[in-house]
Nanobody, 119 residues
Framework: EVRLVESGGGLVQPGGSLRLSCTAS???????MSWVRQAPGMGLEWVST???????YYTDSVKGRFTISRDNAKNTIYLQLNSLKTEDTAMYYC??????????????RGQGTQVTVSS
């Protein structure tokens, strides 16, 4: 059974930083892994993907501010969020696979961690 557990969200002021973590279990950790987010009243939005060998991809709105990484020995991925903006407020989900090519309804993801950016 695929299990993805996110942590690290919270309330932060604009310009602040957070580091999200996601620990995976129930499958070999040789998959691409992604972060997606969902703002209130909106659909799921792809944020970033990292492949096993370390190649990374970002949606344009977070390039230069967010950094995805992975520790294959710990079955864990991370998302460093810097220079946060109010529009980054969302529930952030860790997902198994490349979320750019997997339909939302088929995307295995965790329970999410809330990021709120507000002064």
């Amino acid at each position: 059974e695929v299990r993805l557990v996110e942590s690290g969200g919270g309330l932060v002021q604009p310009g602040g930083s957070l580091r999200l973590s996601c620990t995976a279990s129930g499958f070999p950790f040789n998959y691409a892994m992604s972060w997606v987010r969902q703002a209130p009243g909106m659909g799921l939005e792809w944020v970033s993907t990292i492949f096993t060998a370390g190649q990374t991809y970002y949606t344009d709105s977070v390039k230069g501010r967010f950094t995805i990484s992975r520790d294959n020995a710990k079955n864990t991925i991370y998302l460093q969020l810097n220079s946060l903006k109010t529009e980054d407020t969302a529930m952030y989900y860790c997902a198994k696979g490349d979320a750019r090519v997997i339909p939302d309804s088929d995307l295995p993801r965790g329970q999410g961690t809330q990021v709120t950016v507000s002064s």
